[in-house]
């Protein structure tokens, strides 16, 4: 069985190994750059004494932004481990089944005196096992070359330097963990649909459409909601520098920058003192042709308004991280399992 897996799966094998070897030279080589200039940007001096943390994140920002590889290979990394999922659906899951029982082999393969159900049970943990294994040795490389990008962000006054959080829907599903609970869904998906399917292109579009709709509906409905949100609540001061006031129609929204460092801001809105929603009406002073910007500001202050923010604390990124990939392990699981079943029905009958 070991034998005939590696006999299908080697174009695959070699590829996998391939896409390490690269993405192991291109991040292990300019990795130490990457930490140089948080070194040089004095960020190491913020982190111990708490002081000149904005000024040094601004040079930091500012020089990763300005060097194009470096900014190159972050993207790189984040689409990379995004697409993985559907690179392992695609070409690791969908041949799996679908392609013996595409060409008939199944007729052969399933009468060597290796049960059907052993014989899928068997390629699933082998094929597994390299799927986790790649995405684990991915995932590491990303998430050692960015650590210098992750520990400037979780400073404070990051938010204003533009630096990425690693909180983010799309930066959180390429580091860590998580990328290799992905790849093993991926995997299982394209496993499922060969199965049901039994021909690898019409396959291989729903694991396309199955991958992509999870990848953007979890962090948009079930990540932000792993945990209960915390919330913070303080008085909404308008700054000349740093407040602000939008305006549409005869709706108002105003805040003034938050400071989280590390955290994931959920939302940021505006309460009256009664703890309703504000959004208006918009004082008659703050209508362009009625008063100036300072006067519009002074009015909103006099409103008493609190700014209520809601957010995941920095502190709960690594339980989000195993929570996430525990849960996609689980399903990946159950998926097997009900391929298992199905297979021992005759679904070839």
């Known amino acids: 069985m070991s034998w005939l897996t590696w006999r299908q799966y080697r174009a695959q094998a070699w590829c996998a190994l391939a896409l390490l070897a690269v993405v192991g030279a291109l991040y292990g080589a300019t990795g130490p750059r990457l930490a140089g200039l948080y070194d040089a940007s004095g960020l190491p001096d913020c982190a111990r004494t708490g002081t000149g943390c904005e000024r040094a994140q601004a040079a930091f920002a500012a020089a990763v932004g300005a060097d ?30 679908a392609r013996d029982l595409e060409s008939g082999a199944f007729r052969l393969t399933w009468t060597q005196g290796v049960s059907r159900t052993r014989w899928l049970l068997v390629r699933l943990a082998l094929v597994g096992a390299a799927v986790a294994a790649v995405a684990g040795l991915l995932s590491l490389a990303v998430s050692w070359w960015a650590a210098p990008l992750d520990r400037a962000e979780a400073l404070p006054g990051a938010g204003d330097a533009g630096l990425p959080g690693r909180f983010g829907p799309l930066v959180f599903a390429a580091r860590g963990a998580v990328p290799v609970g992905w790849a093993l869904f991926g995997f299982a998906a394209g496993v499922t649909a060969g199965l049901l399917l039994r021909r690898q292109v019409a396959a291989t579009a729903v694991v396309l459409g199955v991958l992509a709709a999870a990848q953007v509906l979890v962090p948009l409905l079930v990540r932000p909601h792993l945990a209960a949100p915390v919330r913070s609540e303080g008085p909404l001061v308008l700054e000349a520098e740093r407040g602000v006031i939008r305006i549409e ?69 690594w339980p989000f991280q195993w929570v996430e990939t525990g849960a996609l392990v689980l399903l990946s699981g159950a998926a097997a399992a009900g391929c298992a079943v199905r297979l021992r029905r005759g679904v070839a009958a």
């Open 68 to 97: 194009g590889l470096l900014t190159g290979l972050f993207h790189l990394g984040v689409v990379l481990l995004l697409v993985l999922p559907a690179g392992v659906g695609m070409f690791a899951g969908v041949p799996l089944v």
């Open 249 to 317: 129609g005869d709706r108002l929204y105003a805040s003034t920058p938050v400071s989280l460092p590390g955290a994931w801001v959920l939302s940021v809105g505006s309460v009256d003192p009664a703890g309703r929603t504000f959004t208006g009406p918009v004082p008659q002073v703050c209508h362009p042709e009625a008063g100036t910007v300072g006067a519009c500001r002074e009015a909103i202050d006099a409103l008493g308004l609190v700014q209520r923010v809601e957010y995941q604390p920095a502190r709960r990124y």
